[in-house]
Structure formats: structure tokens, C-alpha cells
């Protein structure tokens, strides 16, 4: 079946330091792909998507490609802030549908100042 | 607008007791899915409902589980006998409809089975 791998946190960063999160997946087809962010005491909330292979989704300053090629879909940002503390979630699902999200573990992710 | 809610946000009970979670979906969302998020983990899912049909149940782990969407609107995940295993945050979500649409989650509700 469908599966998502991330890098374990949690990750510790200083403000204004580059951010990667490493994300890969099992899927069969092309899968659509996601990073949600949970900030404390909030709800999932989607952060950005890619549906076809060398899609770039961005948002916040947070961009992630879709390669079809490694199957990864890594996160990164070049200046992270404090308030991008977070739990990061990579996810997928099955192609032109966001139904039945397979999600990642999480990776922690604290900026301090 | 008002997002998805779900209650109670917390529910205590004890091993082999009946218990009911509700979700009031975004108004208008045709689309509502159940997950569950065990600590330290990512949300998985249960079931996608589609209007008052379940489309997807392949996700509930047994026939303890069972959720219903009777007028298309609000559902309910029912857990009957419940285990101790069955401790998690039951997520909901809800989406325009069938097809390419954002899910938008609920705040959810932390369940534990003493």
C-alpha cells in the first residue's frame, strides 16, 4: 500500500537557518503530495501541494518539489522564523483526489530565537 | 465562516464502554472524512463519506467502529467496546466534494480508554 517516509525529529533550529525536511513515498501511479503543518494547540492545516511530477508548491516561504524521479518531496525554507514552530506532516494521495490522505509520522520542528 | 468542529474535545472513559464523537462540517462540504492520530504519530485514515453515503470505510480497524452521516451533514464515529488501544486524537475533516478539493481538519477529539 501507500506510504509515506520523514525524517524523525524533532529539529532544532536558530532563527533565520535553512530548513529541510526530507520526505519519501511508496505509491502506486502519481500520487498527489502535501505538507501539512500543525501548530500548537491548532489543527492540521494544509501548507502546500504538488499533483504532477516537477510541480513546485510553495507557500509561506516554504517550497517543496515533486520528484518522480527519487519519489521525494522534501520541504525546505531558506529563513525559518520562530513562529514556524510546528509539527510538519508530508502526505499523499492517490491521483486527482485528495481522498483516504496517507500522512507521514510528523517531524517536530523548534526555532528559537 | 465557521470551520469544522468536533466534540466532545475530551472523552474519558472506561474499557468496554460505548462511545459517540460528532463532527459538524464546514457548511456546504459535501465531503467528510474521519482519521486517527495515535500519539507520536500521523493521522490515519478511517472513512470518507460522500453526502450520506460512506464511499471508503476501508480504514476502521473492526466492526467495533462504525460511522454514520444521516442527513449528510454532521456524522458521528461510534466505538462500541471500547479497548484501551482505541486512545488516540479522532480527527475530522471535510472538503467541497468528490475530486481534487483541500481537506480542512477539525481541532479533533482526544480520546482515552482507561
Known amino acids: 500500500g501507500d506510504s509515506v517516509t520523514q525524517m524523525e525529529g524533532p529539529v532544532t533550529l536558530s532563527e533565520e537557518a535553512f530548513l529541510t525536511i526530507n520526505c519519501t513515498y511508496t505509491a502506486t501511479g502519481y500520487p498527489s503530495l502535501f505538507w501539512y503543518v500543525q501548530y500548537p494547540g491548532e489543527g492540521l492545516q494544509l501548507l502546500l501541494k504538488?499533483?504532477?511530477?516537477?510541480d513546485k508548491g510553495s507557500n509561506k516561504g516554504f517550497e517543496a518539489t515533486y520528484r518522480k524521479e527519487t519519489t521525494s518531496f522534501h520541504l525546505e525554507k531558506g529563513s525559518v522564523q520562530v513562529s514556524d514552530s510546528a509539527v510538519y506532516f508530508c502526505?499523499?494521495?492517490?491521483?486527482?483526489?485528495?481522498?483516504?490522505?496517507?500522512f507521514g509520522t510528523g517531524t517536530k520542528l523548534q526555532v528559537i530565537p | 465562516g465557521a470551520g469544522v468542529s468536533q466534540t466532545p474535545s475530551n472523552k474519558v472513559t472506561e474499557k468496554g464502554k460505548y462511545v459517540e464523537l460528532r463532527c459538524d462540517p464546514i457548511s456546504g462540504h459535501t465531503a467528510l472524512y474521519w482519521y486517527r492520530q495515535s500519539l507520536g504519530q500521523g493521522p490515519e485514515f478511517l472513512i470518507y463519506?460522500?453526502?450520506?453515503?460512506?464511499?471508503?470505510d476501508s480504514g476502521l480497524p473492526n466492526d467495533r467502529f462504525f460511522a454514520v452521516r444521516p442527513e449528510g451533514s454532521v456524522s458521528t464515529l461510534k466505538i462500541q467496546r471500547t479497548e484501551r488501544g482505541d486512545s488516540a486524537v479522532y480527527l475530522c475533516?471535510?472538503?467541497?466534494?468528490?475530486?481534487?478539493?483541500?481537506?480542512?481538519f477539525g481541532p479533533g477529539t482526544r480520546l482515552t480508554v482507561t
Open positions: 504538488a499533483t504532477k511530477a516537477d
Open positions: 502526505a499523499l494521495s492517490p491521483r486527482g483526489g485528495y481522498q483516504k490522505v496517507t
Open positions: 463519506f460522500q453526502g450520506t453515503g460512506a464511499a471508503d
Open positions: 475533516a471535510s472538503s467541497k466534494g468528490q475530486g481534487a478539493y483541500e481537506q480542512y
